[in-house]
Structure formats: structure tokens, C-alpha cells
């Protein structure tokens, strides 16, 4: 077995190690609340490190529904975030390091960090809610752009951006958006670096996926930090999902990925943003909405989702358009 393949076993004999060590601490909290945690973990990382949508789109949600308070579940995203995307981070590195836009990610970090300190310490909200389903509305909006450049077969033939005057101000602007967001609802700034690569700068969607991957590992080690500092963090939670969460980011995500290529990733991502603005609108409390319309708007972009995957696959599917880029390194 070569190096680039023993060390995830290493990193995960470490982690399955302190795990044992520190279970006498949180074994109450794990076996009374949190016993899922393990288990959502796995499909939460999964996502995060597969596609540019963090794990807080995953357990958000769900944690908010099963009456975990918005602000932990924000903090939580944050700090499972930072470890698991951390994790996938290193594993898309030993996969394929020329996928990392190396040139982009120092300026990034310091827009979304400055972001991150801005929304955490100085203008926190009280409600997460409200900003994630405007942040959801938003993101459903941008996947229209990710549908139709399937459609017509879109090119993004660069790896590189040309760091001039104008391109750094587009994405430190950006970044510090991203970072504001991910202050305030525990992801975002992956998401909206995504498009702005795509959209904006024409880059290869792989290479895309995986440096907005990098960069919400990043800034969630800096928005828990800040956190650690500031609040009392839910360190059960965190250390229930580290199971699910180590295995996911270190093994699976980079694997079905892999196999999966750019495009069937690009699909899985539109279909999880779908959801999650689904899911988000039927349950939100922040903006009064009548049952009838609630059903209407549904139903409606059930069918235009339906409808417009139904044109991707008998148009495009058996075509697979390789300018969207491929994870693995070419032999």
C-alpha cells in the first residue's frame, strides 16, 4: 500500500482512537439524543464533500426540526464543517491536487474570514431561519444556470484565473458575501463560490467543486474558532457525528464522486438545492404563507423540475460533455 493511501487509515485509526478516549465524557448525551448523529453524518459529508453544497444544507433542516435551537445548529454546522470538509479537503488532494485553484483561495479566505468576523461578532442575528430560506431562494434561482448549461452544452475550458485588479475585487466582494452568510446560517460562501467561478470566470466545474470545498473547510475552522471564543459551542453533537463524518470525508465522498463524473455530480447538486428550498418553504414560520399557496408553489416547481430533468436526460445524458471536467487525474 503506497503512502497516499495509508494515511486516511492512519487519520482514521486516529480519530476512531480519541473517539473511544473521550466517549466516557459524551456517551449520556449520544445514547439519549444523539444516537442518529453517526448516520447523518455519513449522508451530510457525503454532500458537503461531493458537491459545493456544505453539510449545514443537510443538518440544518433536520436539526431545526428535531427542536435543536437555529443558533447551535448554525455553530454546529460550522465546527462539524471544519473537521469533515477538512477531511475531504486532504482527500481530494491525495485523488487529484490539480483540481485546487491554488491562485484564488488566499485571496477568498480573506474575504470570507473578514465576513465570518463581521456577521459572528457584529452583527449576529436572532433568526437563522428567515436568511436561510432567502439564501435557499436565491441558490434555487442559480441552479437554473447550472440546468441550462447542461442543456445547451456549455463550455469551461479554463483552470486558472488571471488575478488582475478587477477579478481579485470580484472575488474578495464575493467571498465576503459568502463569509457573512456562512456567519450567520453555518454555510453559503461554497455554494456562491461555485457560481462565481462557473458563472463568472468560465472555470472547469470539477476544479470548481472541489476548491469551493476547500474554501468552506477553511472558513468554517475560522468561524468556529470565533464561536469557541464568544459562545458555548454543542460539543455532544459535534463529537456524535464524528463517526459518520470521518468515514464519509475520507472514503466515500471522493469515491462516488469519482465515479459519478462532473455532470451526474452537477445533477445530484441542482436536485439537493431543490429539496432543501423544498423543504425549507413547507416548514419556515418566518413568512406567513396559506397552506394553498404553499401546495401551488410547490407543485409548481415539482413539475418544472420533473419536466426540465426529463430534457437533461434525453438530450444530454448519453452525451457526456467532458469541458465540464472529470475528478480523476488523467494517466
Excluded at 475550458?157 to 465576503?176: A, E, Q, V
Excluded at 452568510?181 to 457560481?195: A, K, P, R, V
Excluded at 474558532?225 to 464568544?230: E, G, Q, R, V, W
Excluded at 409548481?300 to 426529463?310: G, N
Aim: glycine residues 6%; contains cysteine.
Amino acid at each position: 500500500m503506497t503512502n497516499k493511501k495509508r494515511f486516511p487509515y492512519i487519520i482514521l485509526a486516529i480519530a476512531a482512537g480519541l473517539w473511544i478516549i473521550l466517549f466516557p465524557y459524551f456517551y449520556k448525551d449520544f445514547f439519549n439524543e444523539f444516537f442518529y448523529m453517526p448516520f447523518l453524518g455519513i449522508i451530510a459529508a457525503t454532500v458537503a464533500n461531493t458537491t459545493p453544497a456544505a453539510a449545514g444544507i443537510v443538518y440544518f433542516p433536520i436539526l431545526t426540526r428535531l427542536h435543536v435551537l437555529p443558533a447551535t445548529a448554525v455553530q454546529f454546522n460550522m465546527m462539524i464543517q471544519a473537521y469533515g470538509m477538512g477531511l475531504g479537503t486532504f482527500k481530494w488532494f491525495l485523488v487529484n491536487k490539480k483540481l485546487f485553484i491554488c491562485e484564488v483561495i488566499p485571496i477568498c479566505l480573506v474575504g470570507g474570514i473578514i465576513g465570518v468576523v463581521v456577521s459572528i461578532i457584529f452583527f449576529p442575528i436572532g433568526n437563522p431561519e428567515l436568511l436561510t430560506l432567502v439564501f435557499n431562494f436565491i441558490a434555487f434561482m442559480l441552479t437554473q444556470i447550472i440546468f441550462f448549461s447542461i442543456l445547451w452544452k456549455h463550455k469551461y475550458p479554463r483552470l486558472h484565473i488571471d488575478l488582475n485588479t478587477i477579478n481579485i475585487l470580484i472575488l474578495i466582494s464575493f467571498s465576503f458575501l459568502g463569509g457573512l452568510i456562512s456567519g450567520w446560517i453555518g454555510f453559503g460562501i461554497d455554494t456562491i463560490f461555485y457560481f462565481v467561478l462557473t458563472v463568472i470566470f468560465k472555470i472547469n466545474p470539477a476544479a470548481a467543486i472541489v476548491t469551493s470545498i476547500s474554501l468552506m473547510a477553511a472558513v468554517s475552522v475560522a468561524g468556529t474558532l470565533i464561536n469557541a471564543f464568544f459562545y458555548e459551542v454543542p460539543l455532544s453533537l459535534w463529537y456524535s457525528a464524528i463517526p459518520g463524518v470521518t468515514i464519509a470525508g475520507l472514503f466515500l465522498a471522493a469515491y462516488l464522486a469519482v465515479k459519478l463524473g462532473a455532470k451526474n455530480v452537477l445533477i445530484l447538486f441542482t436536485f439537493l438545492l431543490s429539496i432543501d428550498f423544498f423543504v425549507t418553504l413547507w416548514t419556515q414560520h418566518s413568512i406567513p404563507i396559506n397552506q394553498t399557496l404553499r401546495l401551488l408553489i410547490t407543485y409548481v416547481l415539482i413539475v418544472y423540475l420533473i419536466f426540465i430533468h426529463i430534457k437533461i436526460f434525453k438530450k444530454s445524458y448519453k452525451d457526456i460533455d467532458t469541458s465540464l471536467g472529470e475528478f480523476r487525474p488523467r494517466e
